[in-house]
């Protein structure tokens, strides 16, 4: 008995308030009492009532809420609520982060963490059971495509669960610089009405607007071998280069390239032969666009890395895109200079399909979804670059399946997957270098949390949700993916931590990775075409500009280009920077400490990074702390 003073925190975000009633109950070990209550949340307040209750509650165990509505079902985003009971100054915190609506009543559990064994009672069992089966009945899994990772059951955003959607603010920021995107894109197109577009100058007259400092660096200096070779390293998708460790069984060397060969060989010895291999690519049907057949190469790029760290490549093969073609053409930088910048063209197009494809949505996108809906169930339409890329019209769906097929647990792995592709300690290659070091602060921060609530091997053995959530990412939501070494079972806590940095690693520092770059290497559009009008060259000396020109995406595909790449690349304006969010899911002080190291860990890499990059002609920036959002949110 005594005198409880009740704290609810209602959401900032646009219509997180709400004029329906809510009714408030406090649940405690001994019983539970009805709160005199009438609220009408109002959005970003805090809001405190004290009440005095007759009888001993007893530990308060739950708070349960009750929205009351008549016509209209306004819902309401509750944070949380506190409760300081009687002769005490500590709150007792009731997490919640959702949308409250319809009938039901609520219940919040008290902040802190339980397993599944630590419900000694039956109180919170029969909770726990109720929560998973409403949880199973809303967030059900959906075939997408046979054979590619399952996805949320929904055809539309408005078929989402509520708390799976973005907030208004996010949706309307969304729409409104998409318009303001295509208003951009309309005025370029105006603007290259009457004027000519037969020189790589002529992609000057729309490469205005949206674009970044390092968008800038790229127009001045893309048609550079120096370049080139950055990109594998540091570009938009540093996922696909690797160490040679023998010359390509695919690799064509005609008659007269002996010298050729000797200094590949060379580099071989030495360790310093690097290749990038798009034979993913090779029979994936081209896209049509407006009855305009677009076209797909298969190339082989063969790089060396001087002693200076930078990579340059040596030679291009280029895998016409149908079997009954001649043999595979080979580039040089020798050969005339427009010969050599077309064949580089079209390994930039290539690595586009690849970046959007098999780098950007599967290895990121889809996996984080199949972590999301996994979790939500067991513990408690197309994108528009489709059109105007070369891989679109059904030739991505192959290509998403044969990515699948190539989705090792270890890829998303970067200690085994740097290591797999030979890219440990090389000092240019920065992208290797900070996706370490994050690596190494997040499975630090995992660690602290684990070992706070899993104090042995035997209880993560022991724990059935836990197993139940492994089993059903593995099984269900990447078909069966343990033959590509993805984990059924958790037997050890480091086999569990493991796991987990893998998931937080991919839904943020990958992705930032990955996304960011967009912006900088693909809104000049030369440097990475989003598709190619021509068919690869088989003859080095009938290259001219009007093939170059040709080749290249007309007016409208290119600005469309510059648009989407320009929306989906740049900062978000609600971006919530790794390890820096504002909810309080766990009340246990230790767990603050943990975040609060992890905090300070991620504080002292970005002062190292921002240290090296003040010493670098081309700074990679993309995995500072402060640039990785906290989840994928676009």
């Known amino acids: 008995m005594g005198r409880y003073r009740v704290r609810v925190v209602t959401g900032a975000w646009l219509f997180s308030g709400s004029l329906n009633l809510v009714r408030l109950w406090l649940v405690g070990e001994h019983r539970e009492a009805k709160l005199e209550l009438q609220l009408r949340p109002a959005r970003g307040k805090e809001e405190e009532f004290d009440f005095d209750v007759p009888e001993d509650l007893g530990p308060l165990q739950f708070v349960k809420l009750h929205k009351q509505h008549t016509v209209v079902d306004?819902?309401?985003?509750?944070?949380?609520?506190?409760?300081?009971?009687?002769?005490?100054?500590?709150?007792?915190?009731?997490?919640?982060?959702r949308w409250v609506q319809g009938e039901g009543i609520l219940s919040l559990p008290e902040?802190?963490?339980?397993?599944?064994?630590?419900?000694?009672?039956?109180?919170?069992?029969?909770?726990?059971?109720?929560?998973?089966?409403?949880?199973?009945?809303?967030?059900?899994?959906?075939?997408?495509?046979?054979?590619?990772?399952?996805?949320?059951?929904?055809?539309?955003?408005?078929?989402?669960?509520?708390?799976?959607?973005?907030?208004?603010?996010?949706?309307?920021?969304?729409?409104?610089?998409?318009?303001?995107?295509?208003?951009?894109?309309?005025?370029?197109?105006?603007?290259?009405?009457?004027?000519?577009?037969?020189?790589?100058?002529?992609?000057?007259?729309?490469?205005?607007?949206?674009?970044?400092?390092?968008?800038?660096?790229?127009?001045?200096?893309?048609?550079?071998?120096?370049?080139?070779?950055?990109?594998?390293?540091n570009g938009a998708n540093p996922m696909l280069l690797r160490r040679s460790t023998s010359l390509p069984?695919?690799?064509?060397l005609p008659s007269g390239t002996e010298e050729l060969q000797a200094q590949l060989e060379k580099e071989l010895k030495n360790g310093s032969l690097f290749e990038a291999d798009f034979i993913l690519l090779?029979?994936?049907?081209?896209?049509?666009?407006?009855?305009?057949?677009?076209?797909?190469?298969?190339?082989?790029?063969?790089?060396?890395?001087?002693?200076?760290g930078k990579l340059l490549p040596m030679a291009i093969q280029i895998q016409p895109p149908n079997p009954s073609s001649p043999a595979p053409t080979l580039f040089l930088p020798s050969d005339p200079p427009l010969a050599w910048l077309l064949a580089k063209i079209w390994v930039r197009n290539s690595d586009f399909q690849l970046q959007e494809l098999?780098?950007?949505?599967?290895?990121?996108?889809?996996?984080?979804?199949?972590?999301?809906?996994?979790?939500?169930?067991?513990?408690?339409?197309?994108?528009?670059?489709?059109?105007?890329?070369?891989?679109?019209?059904?030739?991505h769906v192959q290509l998403l399946t044969r990515a699948v097929a190539q989705l090792t647990y270890c890829s998303l792995c970067p200690p085994d997957d740097l290591a797999n592709r030979g890219?440990?300690?090389?000092?240019?290659?920065?992208?290797?270098?900070?996706?370490?070091?994050?690596?190494?602060?997040?499975?630090?921060?995992?660690?602290?949390?684990?070992?706070?609530?899993?104090?042995?091997?035997?209880?993560?053995?022991?724990?059935?949700?836990?197993?139940?959530?492994?089993?059903?990412?593995?099984?269900?939501?990447?078909?069966?993916?343990?033959?590509?070494?993805?984990?059924?079972?958790?037997?050890?806590?480091?086999?569990?931590?493991?796991?987990?940095?893998?998931?937080?690693?991919?839904?943020?520092?990958?992705?930032?990775?990955?996304?960011?770059?967009?912006?900088?290497?693909?809104?000049?559009?030369?440097?990475?075409?989003?598709?190619?009008r021509m068919p690869p060259p088989t003859s080095k000396d009938d290259v001219t500009m009007e093939t170059v020109?040709?080749?290249l995406p007309d007016v409208q595909k290119a600005c469309l280009q510059m648009t989407i790449t320009w929306h989906l690349g740049r900062l978000q304006p609600d971006m919530v920077p790794l390890g820096h969010h504002t909810e309080k899911?766990?009340?246990?002080?230790?767990?603050?400490?943990?975040?609060?190291?992890?905090?300070?860990?991620?504080?002292?890499?970005?002062?190292?990074?921002?240290?090296?990059?003040?010493?670098?002609?081309?700074?990679?920036?993309?995995?500072?702390?402060?640039r990785i959002e906290n989840s994928i949110t676009i």
Request: aromatic fraction near 12%; charge should be negative.
């Open 249 to 252: 069984s695919r690799l064509v």
């Open 74 to 97: 306004d819902a309401w985003f509750c944070n949380l609520i506190t409760v300081q009971g009687p002769e005490t100054s500590a709150e007792a915190v009731f997490p919640c982060y």
């Open 111 to 233: 902040g802190t963490a339980r397993l599944a064994a630590d419900n000694a009672l039956d109180v919170f069992q029969k909770y726990r059971e109720k929560e998973l089966k409403e949880r199973q009945q809303t967030y059900c899994w959906a075939t997408w495509k046979e054979g590619l990772p399952q996805t949320i059951a929904a055809n539309c955003k408005d078929d989402l669960p509520p708390n799976m959607r973005f907030h208004e603010e996010k949706r309307l920021d969304f729409e409104w610089t998409l318009k303001a995107g295509v208003l951009e894109m309309g005025l370029k197109r105006v603007y290259t009405l009457l004027r000519s577009w037969n020189r790589l100058e002529d992609f000057d007259q729309i490469f205005w607007g949206q674009k970044s400092a390092l968008a800038e660096k790229v127009h001045q200096c893309w048609q550079e071998d120096e370049l080139f070779g950055y990109q594998f390293l």
């Open 585 to 626: 899911y766990f009340s246990d002080p230790r767990t603050k400490a943990v975040l609060s190291q992890f905090q300070a860990d991620l504080d002292n890499l970005e002062k190292e990074i921002t240290a090296r990059n003040e010493q670098l002609d081309l700074p990679y920036e993309y995995l500072k702390p402060s």
């Open 423 to 532: 890219l440990l300690k090389i000092p240019s290659a920065l992208y290797a270098r900070d996706a370490l070091q994050l690596w190494e602060v997040t499975a630090r921060y995992v660690k602290g949390m684990v070992h706070l609530f899993y104090q042995s091997d035997d209880i993560v053995r022991g724990d059935p949700e836990l197993q139940a959530w492994c089993r059903e990412i593995t099984e269900v939501g990447l078909c069966h993916a343990q033959d590509r070494g993805f984990p059924v079972s958790f037997q050890s806590r480091a086999q569990l931590c493991h796991f987990l940095t893998m998931c937080v690693f991919t839904c943020t520092a990958q992705h930032a990775a990955i996304n960011q770059g967009q912006l900088d290497w693909y809104g000049w559009v030369p440097n990475a075409p989003c598709t190619m």
């Open 282 to 308: 090779d029979g994936i049907p081209a896209n049509v666009i407006r009855g305009e057949p677009q076209y797909l190469a298969a190339p082989l790029v063969m790089l060396r890395m001087d002693p200076g």
């Open 358 to 395: 098999q780098f950007h949505l599967l290895n990121t996108h889809l996996v984080a979804e199949v972590i999301a809906v996994a979790t939500m169930r067991c513990l408690p339409g197309l994108h528009p670059i489709f059109k105007v890329v070369s891989t679109g019209g059904g030739g």
């Open 549 to 551: 020109m040709g080749s």
